[in-house]
């Protein structure tokens, strides 16, 4: 039977994903679920990351989605390779996990002159060197620069990131992470959400450096995914229908949501 189109996230951020995919595939259904009562991930070790993210990832496979994005950074850098070696082959081989982090490294080959990259993530993508292998991997022997950003996820889920007391902090990263390497021409927004510090980032940088946001290059990358791929397109709904799933208080998760998509949206409680 065809399904939705599964959007995980550990909370909030992925909706920015979500958002960029829906302009770009309007006419199919998603489910979108927010792991909110266990997030933040990002400064989580590798086994937790991987467990939540499975347990996720078996629910949406239970509500019928044949395939669901890994919308987060940190799920996608240190779950994402087990699921699809070790688990989809025993859940069910048929279906698909993708991640955020391949098409990214995918897309800065058109944007990088001088392949030095920059990456602003988590603690725990930084830690797990994911940017860096599927660089090394992608496009060989480019100069990457991970930099970790905690600060970041509070401030824009305390409603900082338009407000002054951002600027610091937008700041203080921007400076390390220059500091580290000059010649960075690329920088890569490598967590879901960044997007929403964009205009201060973009303030900060100086002018010469592109600023990668993952929305758009993984919408692109899922209509070509499916474009290669039509026996999974037939296995999609078609409805543009969206449903919202969290793991925390459905009002708490529908009020921060508008800040992330921009208007209302009703969310449904599920335990993981
Ligand atoms: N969604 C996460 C990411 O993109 C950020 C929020 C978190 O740490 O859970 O890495």
């Excluded at 994903?17 to 006419?27: C, G, H, K, N, Y």
């Excluded at 001088?114 to 480019?142: C, L, M, R, W």
């Excluded at 951002?166 to 580290?180: I, P, S, T």
């Amino acid at each position: 039977m065809a399904g939705p189109i599964g959007v995980f996230d550990s909370g909030y951020g992925g909706l920015t994903i979500l958002s960029a995919i829906r302009s770009e595939l309007p006419e199919y259904d998603y489910v979108y679920l927010g792991d909110n009562a266990r997030a933040p991930y990002g400064s989580r070790s590798f086994d937790i990351v991987y467990r939540f993210t499975l347990e996720a990832v078996e629910e949406l496979f239970a509500r019928g989605c044949h395939l669901v994005i890994l919308a987060c950074n940190t799920a996608s850098a240190k779950a994402l390779r087990n699921i699809q070696q070790l688990d989809l082959p025993r859940l069910d081989p048929s279906r698909r996990v993708l991640g955020v982090i391949r098409p990214t490294v995918e897309a800065i080959g058109d944007v990088t002159r001088n392949g030095h990259i920059g990456i602003f993530a988590t603690p725990g993508t930084v830690a797990s060197g994911s940017y860096e292998i599927e660089i090394a991997k992608q496009h060989g022997d480019f100069a990457v620069t991970a930099h970790a950003c905690p600060m970041w996820v509070p401030l824009v889920e305390n409603r900082e990131a338009d407000r002054p007391g951002a600027d610091y902090f937008v700041r203080q990263e921007v400076d390390a992470l220059l500091a580290a390497d000059g010649d960075v021409d690329t920088i890569i927004l490598g967590c879901t959400h960044y997007p929403l510090l964009y205009d201060k980032i973009r303030a900060a940088v100086p002018s010469r450096i592109e600023i990668v946001r993952q929305g758009e290059i993984v919408a692109h990358s899922l209509a070509d995914y499916l474009r290669r791929h039509p026996e999974m397109d037939a296995r999609l709904t078609r409805g543009g229908r969206t449903t919202y799933l969290t793991t925390e208080n459905p009002d708490k998760f529908s009020s921060l949501a508008t800040l992330f998509l921009g208007h209302d949206i009703e969310a449904e409680r599920i335990e993981l």
